[in-house]
């Protein structure tokens, strides 16, 4: 069974940064593309960024291009994600998810093998 555990999350001011984590279990990242996805209140969950596992290629969504940096360390099973100048409209709860192969390039939840319990995220203005 695949486990995903996030952590970072929190309050932080517009314009300010933060790093979520997610630490797996249970399987190697080498077998999986990965990815962050976000859900705000009321809305449906998007992809926000994806790292191929062949070569950390990434897909950053427009919202967030220039300004999120996902990042991969398999030998410690992690995967990050850095999020500067950040907005009120980037709140809410971030999710990890292990990506079926060639799902990166998608970065959409219907490419999604496995998630993480999420992470609260909330920028205020």
Not at 22 to 51: N, P
Not at 57 to 86: C, E, P, W
């Amino acid at each position: 069974q695949v486990q995903l555990v996030e952590s970072g999350g929190g309050l932080v001011q517009a314009g300010g940064s933060l790093r979520v984590s997610c630490a797996a279990s249970a399987f190697t990242l080498e077998h999986y593309d990965m990815g962050w996805f976000r859900q705000a209140s009321g809305k449906e969950r998007e992809g926000v960024s994806c790292i191929s596992l062949v070569d950390d290629s990434t897909y950053n969504a427009d919202s967030v291009k220039g300004r999120f940096t996902i990042s991969r360390d398999n030998a410690n099973k992690s995967v990050f994600l850095q999020m500067n100048n950040l907005k009120p409209e980037d709140t809410a709860v971030y999710y990890c998810a292990a990506v079926k192969a060639m799902g990166w390039r998608f970065c959409d939840p219907t490419v999604v093998a496995s998630w993480g319990q999420g992470t609260q995220v909330t920028v205020s203005s």
